[in-house]
């Protein structure tokens, strides 16, 4: 049943690595790199229940801190041309 769902998440992941690519904003793009960062947490802990290390969901809440942290900061930068 996990394997079903992770292929699903890998699937759904490269329909949006599409739309960061070709988005037609670059907000659209930055929403995409959030989701496929989103999807990344997300294999991450599904790879952790699967092979029974629960170490993989600390790095799975490290990454997730290190993508908003990444979005937060390029939203920024986008709106006003700096991060100060």
Same mark, same amino acid.
């Given at each position: 049943?996990?394997? !079903?769902? *992770?292929? !699903? ?13 070709? &988005?037609? *904003? ?7 790199? /959030?989701?496929?960062? *989103? $999807? %990344?947490?997300? !294999?991450?802990?599904l790879i &952790? ?13 490290? @990454?997730a801190l290190? /993508?908003?942290?990444? %979005? !937060?900061?390029?939203? $920024? @930068?986008t709106e006003? &041309?700096?991060?100060?």
């Amino acid at each position: 049943m996990f394997d !079903i769902f *992770t292929v !699903i998440v890998i699937v759904s992941a490269a329909l949006v690595l599409f739309r960061a690519v070709k &988005g037609p *904003t670059v907000f659209d793009r930055i929403l995409a790199v /959030n989701l496929l960062g *989103t $999807k %990344t947490i997300v !294999i991450l802990a599904l790879i &952790g229940f699967v092979f029974g290390r629960p170490h993989f969901m600390d790095l799975a809440l490290v @990454y997730a801190l290190i /993508n908003f942290i990444g %979005t !937060i900061a390029l939203l $920024k @930068y986008t709106e006003k &041309g700096r991060l100060d």
